[in-house]
């Protein structure tokens, strides 16, 4: 059985390269030894039989699997990164109606866990979803083709879920009414998000462009007072959403709350404030709490005209929910806030709010949040000096139309019960979704409830069954975590930061506060991503194929194929010398590996063959030929710290390198060869050892000890054990001859292929002089560098000497093996397998029809291993059963 892994282009590709113009993904190219990139639709080389391309996938970007929304995180910073602005925007909004809402108030939970964090810090994802969305005028973009659908949908409520919603389902086709009881649509998006953060202006044109696809509204509608469920239902709506949103706030329940005027409701403060009425609450403001609501609320009462903003919170500052970069503005602003601070009680005179009365807390053990739980400290009680206050602790969903309709569900917390995959409540054709469902959470889940919602009113619509709907979502595998290694060479980059009014500036006005990315800087930015996901499906390549070859959805395949002989010709890995830091490679920008170094001198290489030094600000680029050159010898080879072993093709190369830095840079070049031993084995090499030497070549006897730099050269120290002297040798360019070694997954494949390795991982042949190229399981024979460390004319004899053996195994027609071989009673085999795990030669099958174990007579080699281990005995080896051996026995000592 072998994998067939995806390729995700089809056969019928043309290999006319138009699709790689298009992709915005840069990796390093593997097969030029990352020393310059490719696409990540690419021809493996440029040799390549066929000349097809394919795509190199991974698992999805962590980013993209964090996302809520499942936004193509990766996809749409590739496209800003290649200025395709556009597409960008597009691509966003494959998952959200509201791009540069969420580019300002998302928590941007994707920054969380960007792996660009373990080089630096995490990409500035929502600054660059904001910019893209600011590129592009909305009302420019082309109207989607809908192909409309009779059947009505109501949806209640315009905040994040429900325009999502509407949003959705208008693309599907549906007739979509959206019912709102403010009198501008938008819900908490309108009216709780003050406009310094979310201008209005913004907000419009995005629910302009969603409702430019034909959504009809109505509003200053409430339901449960204007309208009711059967309502809808006689005007021949289908299903109906319910997105109220939680628009009411949660009392403090101290003392004097309900007693004094100037005790303000924060969620209705809040929505006056952004629907015009921006007059000052008074003079000396308290607001209560430490989530992005109490900090809207504090900064929204400043720029009112308040003189006077203070925020109590019982944690400390780490612990504080708000947005870190909204808590900065408000303390910029001059904001004061009362950290490890609950409140007692209100004091009043003459009807009206004068103080607040506070204590002091410390933080004790976790809570069931998970955080450390505020305990009061005895003795501490003051009082902050008042004329209003305003409670900022939580909200609720308003639920009062429940008492006149109670057939829907609602929990303790007054928000409505649903399934969490299909958002269906327990009546059939109404579902519900955002902060009405979960309490009030933040703008991007909304979003994701409104389109999980959107595709399940669209499955219950067609009449599919939702418990197996539902069923089939929960079975959904877990995404995994196979992402692209991020290379130890990646060089830090500062993050950007978006630019800010000034405080004192910012502090009086409404204005938007952050004023987003310039171009360059947000190109710049974008090109931090690691693109840990590979390819990043933004479909470019899909479009530009005109053999339409391109296919995202291709899967692995599992292919069985029949073959009498198996060649394992894996080849070796070479050694990474990073972990040997003394040598500064990938600390220095001119130290290579020998196969760096070859593809240089390569005419398909990185620099069409010309050898040229690396510009250390940037890996990819090369610059002018170097004047002097140090070759190190045996790096990781004949080491006790690495491997003991001659990898035996070292010296030779090295001196063909020296030669050809002689002919391409010029004669009058400084080369440097540090070796051990040099060993010129074959026929010619002596002849080619001396003819180096005559080029002028420096052949110094003498393991070098470490590569140090300073202003762009490389000093090697070394001892030269001819002279016993310490040698300091100052060079431009280094080349580290680095060790063969066994491949990272030899041991994988030699349990696949029942053959062993040897102390150094390699594979083990049957016999080094009779047998080279055999194995103990017969039929699999070895071929080239698996076997050890060889160089090209000894790999091709190798592998013909293979060849020839598998050829004449198959011309047989018939095998011959040794009689003495493992059979199995089927009478008394239990089926344990535990034989199976045994063999050493995978002879021995389970066969699940009958229930018991097979050999495979053709492959058994005769150990008895199975035989010594049987519980029942059922396995035996012909002609050494225990009664022929006893017969045996007792022969012998009878004589």
């Not at 072998?2 to 097969?31: L, S």
């Not at 979310?198 to 959504?215: C, D, H, K, S, T």
């Not at 389109?451 to 595998?477: N, Q, T, V």
């Not at 470490?706 to 762009?712: L, P």
Request: one cysteine or more; hydrophobic letters at 35%; glycine letters at 10%.
């Amino acid at each position: 059985k072998v994998r067939r892994k995806a390729r995700y282009v089809e056969n019928n590709c043309t290999g006319c390269g138009e699709c790689e113009k298009f992709c915005p993904i840069d990796f390093p190219n593997d097969w030029d030894v990352n020393t310059k990139t490719r696409k990540a639709i690419y021809r493996p080389f440029p040799q390549a039989v066929p000349i097809t391309y394919c795509i190199d996938k991974y698992d999805r970007a962590p980013c993209v699997q964090t996302c809520p929304a499942g936004t193509n995180v990766q996809g749409y910073v590739a496209l800003i990164r290649s200025g395709k602005y556009r597409e960008a925007l597009s691509l966003i909004m494959e998952h959200l109606p509201l791009p540069g809402t969420l580019g300002r108030v998302c928590p941007a939970p994707c920054e969380q866990v960007c792996r660009r964090s373990e080089v630096d810090a995490a990409v500035a994802i929502r600054d660059l979803k904001r910019f893209a969305a600011d590129q592009v005028d909305l009302s420019e973009l082309p109207l989607p083709k809908i192909e409309d659908r009779p059947e009505k949908v109501a949806v209640i409520g315009s905040g994040p879920a429900g325009l999502t919603v509407a949003y959705f389902l208008r693309l599907k086709g549906y007739q979509v009414t959206v019912y709102e009881a403010l009198p501008m649509l938008g819900g908490m998006l309108r009216v709780g998000i003050p406009d310094y953060r979310l201008p209005p202006e913004l907000l419009n044109r995005e629910i302009q462009n969603i409702l430019r696809l034909g959504i009809q509204t109505r509003t200053g509608k409430r339901f449960g007072v204007d309208f009711s469920f059967d309502d809808l239902r006689t005007q021949d709506f289908k299903a109906i959403f319910l997105g109220i949103g939680a628009h009411r706030s949660l009392k403090l329940g101290v003392r004097g709350e309900d007693d004094f005027k100037g005790v303000l409701d924060a969620v209705a403060f809040l929505r006056e404030v952004n629907l015009g009425q921006r007059k000052p609450p008074g003079k000396r403001v308290v607001i209560i709490g430490g989530g992005n609501g109490a900090v809207d609320a504090a900064r929204a009462a400043l720029r009112t005209g308040c003189g006077h903003v203070e925020i109590v919170y019982r944690r400390s500052r780490e612990e504080m929910p708000a947005y870190p970069e909204e808590v900065n503005g408000a303390l910029s602003e001059g904001v004061k806030i009362h950290f490890l601070t609950a409140p007692l009680g209100i004091r009043g005179e003459g009807g009206r709010v004068t103080g607040f009365e506070c204590i002091r807390t410390e933080l004790g053990p976790p809570d069931e949040s998970g955080r450390r739980r505020p305990v009061p400290v005895e003795g501490s009680e003051f009082v902050i000096e008042c004329d209003t206050l305003i409670p900022a602790i939580g909200q609720q969903p308003d639920v009062d139309w429940a008492a006149k309709n109670t057939v829907v569900e609602i929990s303790k917390r007054k928000t409505i019960v649903v399934n969490p995959h299909t958002m269906q409540t327990n009546i059939l054709d109404v579902f519900g979704g955002g902060d009405a469902v979960s309490g009030p959470a933040t703008v991007i889940e909304a979003v994701a409830a409104g389109r999980r919602a959107a595709e399940a009113i669209h499955s219950y619509i067609i009449g599919e069954d939702m418990e197996s709907y539902a069923k089939g979502l929960a079975a959904r595998e877990p995404l995994g975590q196979n992402w692209l290694e991020i290379s130890k060479t990646t060089s830090k980059i500062e993050r950007a930061s978006l630019p800010h009014l000034d405080a004192l500036e910012s502090a009086t006005s409404f204005a938007e506060v952050a004023l987003g990315f310039g171009e360059e800087q947000a190109q710049k930015e974008a090109a931090r991503c690691v693109n840990c996901g590979g390819c990043c499906e933004c479909k470019l390549c899909e479009s530009a194929c005109e053999a339409k070859a391109v296919n995202h959805s291709m899967k692995d395949r599992i292919e069985e194929i029949e073959v009498g002989s198996i060649i394992v010709a894996t080849g070796f890995d070479p050694l990474d010398p990073t972990p040997i830091q003394q040598y500064g490679y990938g600390k220095y920008a001119n130290v290579f590996t020998n196969l760096e170094f070859e593809r240089l001198s390569n005419a398909t290489g990185p620099t069409k063959g010309k050898l040229l030094k690396r510009d250390p600000k940037d890996r990819f680029k090369f610059t002018e030929p170097p004047k002097s050159v140090a070759i190190l010898h045996c790096i990781g080879s004949r080491d006790l710290n690495y491997h003991e072993y001659c990898s035996r093709t070292c010296c030779m190369y090295a001196l063909k390198y020296a030669h050809l830095l002689k002919d391409k840079c010029g004669h009058d070049t400084e080369i440097y060869n540090f070796y051990i031993d040099m060993r010129c084995f074959g026929k010619g090499y002596e002849e080619f050892y001396k003819r180096v030497q005559s080029e002028g070549v420096r052949m110094v006897r003498g393991k070098a000890s470490r590569v140090d730099e300073k202003d762009g050269i490389l000093t090697i120290t070394a001892e030269d054990t001819l002279s016993d002297r310490m040698l300091k040798v100052p060079v431009e360019m280094v080349i580290l001859c680095t060790a063969m070694e066994a491949r990272s997954d030899a041991n994988e494949v030699a349990r696949i292929f029942g053959i062993s390795t040897g102390s150094d991982g390699f594979f083990q042949e049957e016999h080094p002089k009779l047998e080279p190229v055999s194995t103990p399981t017969s039929g699999v024979f070895l071929a080239g560098a698996c076997q050890g460390p060889k160089d090209i004319p000894d790999t091709v004899a190798h592998a013909k000497g293979a060849a020839a053996e598998a050829l004449a195994l198959s011309a047989s027609g018939k095998v011959s093996v040794a009689p003495m071989i493992s059979s199995i009673e089927p009478d008394i085999c239990i089926g344990c397998q535990i034989c199976i795990g045994l063999c050493a030669y995978s002879a021995i099958e389970f066969n699940a029809l009958k229930g018991i174990s097979v050999v495979n007579e053709a492959v058994c080699k005769g150990c008895g291993s199975c035989a010594a281990y049987c519980p029942s005995g059922a396995a035996q080896i012909r002609h050494f059963t225990n009664k022929q051996i006893f017969a045996e026995i007792d022969g012998i000592l009878a004589a």
